[in-house]
């Protein structure tokens, strides 16, 4: 009971980060047993820059701003195949 604040802080917090696209599927052309895959998310990230603002080092990354998308290519991190999203 005392951690009941605590618990509905930690779900709200996920509730943001899960923007996941609920029944999408990839699957290799060349081989359905291969479940790992490549494919762009948009993230925010935080960086140490110099006095003109150029990139030096990459901090952090803090936020998934768009996440993986079926209209993004999506390529088979096995064999290296085009995976078919639906
Ligand atoms: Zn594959």
Redesign the pocket.
């Known amino acids: 009971m005392m951690c009941m604040s605590n618990m509905m802080e930690n779900s709200s917090i996920m509730g943001t980060l899960k923007k996941r696209e609920k029944g999408m599927r990839a699957v ?4 359905e047993s ?1 479940d790992k895959f490549i494919t762009t998310a948009h993230v925010t990230q935080s960086w140490v820059v110099d006095d003109g603002g150029e990139f030096l080092e990459e901090l952090s990354t803090d936020d998934t701003t768009h996440g993986p998308n079926p209209q993004n290519i999506w390529v ?6 085009e ?1 078919k999203v639906s």
């Open positions: 290799c052309t060349k081989d291969h088979c991190a096995e064999c290296g195949e995976a």
